[in-house]
């Protein structure tokens, strides 16, 4: 049987492509690819007994058996760094490729009986640790991250029922001083509305496969921050 594997990040490089077929008797198991993968490409194979892995977009647990024409692929660390209104809802959660607005999001989670509205903008700054950085590439698993950036902003409608939530996230290249990712809330009081911005950026953070590339004089590099994670 064929299944097909993605790499992302440091695993892309490592392997020098985006995607790979692959073929295994019938009944492998994960656990049976990661082994191919790393015979295959010998430096995968520490990363893949660390990182979690996702099958058709979903990630999984233990090892289990394959089926022809899955998409597997593994998540490294993502991107990191170092009562109340009616009608709560997700407005919006997603990824793009267009400039971000904050005020748009911002305007879009507004409510008569909201008494406050927090907006985080997360921007691409000029350096990492010592290293100075002329742009940022934001890469992403997008059916997964779309679907996570969506269960993360559900999660924070659940402790914030109260809540209108916005999100949204860039991929691909940004200049610094761009805008790479927004969090959007409005709550009846000031403290609900930062704290459930606050979760969603900590859990967007840890749980959203995005992944990050600073470039600068130096040279080139993949900013790691957080193991993925994505238990509540």
Known sequence: MTVRVLFFAHLREATGSAQADIELPAGATLENLREALAARWPALGGHLSRFPAAVNGTVVRGAPALAEGDEVAWLPPVAGGSGGP???AVVEAGLTRDPLDPQALARAVAAPGAGAVVVFTGTVRDHEGERRVERLEYEAYESLAGERLRAVAREALARWPGSRIAVAHRVGTLA??????VIAVAAAHRAEAFDCCRHILERLKK??????????????????????????
């Open 86 to 88: 009616a009608g709560g």
């Open 176 to 181: 610094v001083g761009e805008a790479s990712a």
């Open 207 to 232: 749980s959203v496969p995005i992944w990050k590339k600073s470039y600068g004089p130096g040279g080139a590099a993949w900013v790691e921050g957080a193991p993925y994670d994505d238990a509540p």
